[in-house]
Nanobody
């Protein structure tokens, strides 16, 4: 698994962005995929997760209704569509992959085996 994020940038409040995470390995569909974010001086926090087939998704309360996670296993790619962005969404966004089958652990950083390098999202007010 080799994860590479893209799509970050500087936007104004209320704007939209779509992040992508490409897995350059060959086992993408075998992993549950998640998005986390880390703001300066804060812990890395869970944002969203999607299961192997894409039919189960969970979101942090702070992004529910504004962000949508999806995946295309044929393209080895996961997405995070972000709309209604707020200044408090400013962070480095990371994608991650886990082989953990216990869904109750998908919200925790320690469950993830592989991480991307991150992409910066900055939302100005």
């Amino acid at each position: 698994v080799q994860l590479v994020e893209s799509g970050g940038g500087l936007v104004q409040a209320g704007a939209s962005l779509r992040l992508s995470c490409v897995d350059f390995g060959r086992t993408f569909s075998s992993y549950v995929m998640g998005w986390f974010r880390q703001a300066p001086g804060k812990e890395r926090e869970f944002v969203a997760v999607i299961n192997w087939t894409g039919n189960t998704k969970y979101y942090a309360d702070s992004v529910k209704g504004r962000f949508t996670i999806s995946r295309d296993n044929a393209k080895n790619t996961m997405y995070l569509q972000m709309s209604g962005l707020k200044p408090e969404d400013t962070a480095v966004y990371y994608c991650a992959a886990t082989s953990e089958a216990n869904g109750s652990r998908w919200y925790t950083k320690s469950a993830y085996d592989y991480w991307g390098q991150g992409t910066q999202v900055t939302v100005s007010s």
